[in-house]
C-alpha cells in the first residue's frame, strides 16, 4: 500500500497533487490547440444528435453532480442549449418530461452508483440519447449508455472524490467547446482562444498545487470550528458546493455551500466571530458582487478565507487570509479554485486525526438504493 500511495500519507493527498498529469491524460489525443483540432471519440456518432437536442439533461450524484452544475454554465454559455441538472435518484422517481429529442448526459466516477444507472434506464426508455462520462472503462454505466467519453483520471481509490471531479470537468468542458463551435455560437477565434487557454490549464493546476504553503496554518487556525459556510457565484457556486461537501465528507465538520447573493435569504443569520466563511472571489463578471457580499460578512465579524486571483489586492485588504490561484478564463476557473479547497479540507481532516481515505458511513461506489 505504501507504494501504491507514491510516497504520500494518504490516497486522498496523492490524487489531489496528481491533478496536472490527470487532467492532461484527460485532454490527451483529443486536444491540439495549435491546430485548432479537438476530438472526441466517443461524440463522433452522435454529434448530430448533441448539436441539435432541444434540451440537455444531466444525471449524476455527488461530486458527480457538482461537475454536471459547472456543465450547466459551461454549456449554456458556449452552445445556448437549455440545460438541466439532476440528482439522479430524484429523476427516477419523479416521472420526469423526456423525449427523442434530450440528449442525457450521465456523469459518474466509478460508473456503478445505482440510482444513476437507473436514471438512465427510465430516459432510455423514453427515447433520449444517453452520453456517459465514467471514470472506470468497462463500467455497468459505460456499458449502458449509447456513446460516452472516459475521463481517464486513473484509478481513484480516495472516498472524498478530486481528480475525477477535475476530469469530469475537463471532458465536460471539451464537450461544451466543440458543440458551440459546432452551433456556431462560438466565433472560431474565440474557439481556439479558449482551445489554447485550455492546453494551459494542467500547468496552472501545477501552480495552484503549490501557491498556497499557508493553507496549513490556516487550517490549524480553523480546525476546531464547528460550522463552515462557502460562498460563490456564478461557475463558482458549484465549487462552493464541492469545498462544502469535501470538508463535511472528510473532517465530519458541518458545512454548507451557497451561491453568495443567496446568503441575505438565510445564512446570513448565523454569521458572528466564530463563523469562517470562504469565499471563492476570482476576477470574474461577477467580482464585485462578491466583494460586497464580503464586506457583508466582515461587518458581522466572520472569519474570511478567500479563494482569489493571483494579485488581488482589494480581497487581500479584507480577508483574514487569501489562497491564490493563477488567472484564467472565466469558465476554466473551478478546475482551478477547488484545488485550494480540496487541499484545505484534507489538512483540516488529517489536523482532527479522521480516517481521510475511508471516511465513516460512505463507501466510494454506492450500488444500491
Ligand atoms: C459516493 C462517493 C462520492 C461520489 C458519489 C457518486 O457518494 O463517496 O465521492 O461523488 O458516490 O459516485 P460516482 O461514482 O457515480 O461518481
Redesign the pocket.
Known sequence: EAIEKGGYEHFMLKEINEQPRSIADCMRGRLDAKNGRLVLGGLRDYMNKFQNADRIIIT?????WHAGLVAEYLFEEFARIPVEVEYASEFRYRNPVISDKDFVIAI???G??AD?LAAIELAKSKGATIFGVCNVVGSSIARATHAGCYTHAGPEIG???TKAFTAQISVLTMMALMLGYQRGTLTESKYIQLLNELEGIPSKVEKALTMNNNIEKIAAIYKDSRNFLYLGRGYNFPVALEGALKLKEISYIHAEGYPAAEMKHGPIALIDEEMPVVFIATKDTSYEKVVSNIQEVKARKGKIIAVVTEGDIVVRGMADHVLEIPETAEAFVPLLSVIPLQQLSYHIAVMRGCNVDQPRN?????TVE
Open positions: 449524476a450524484c455527488g461530486t458527480s459518474s466516477q466509478s456503478e452508483t444513476t472516498v472524498a472524490s460512505l463507501a466510494k461506489s454506492v
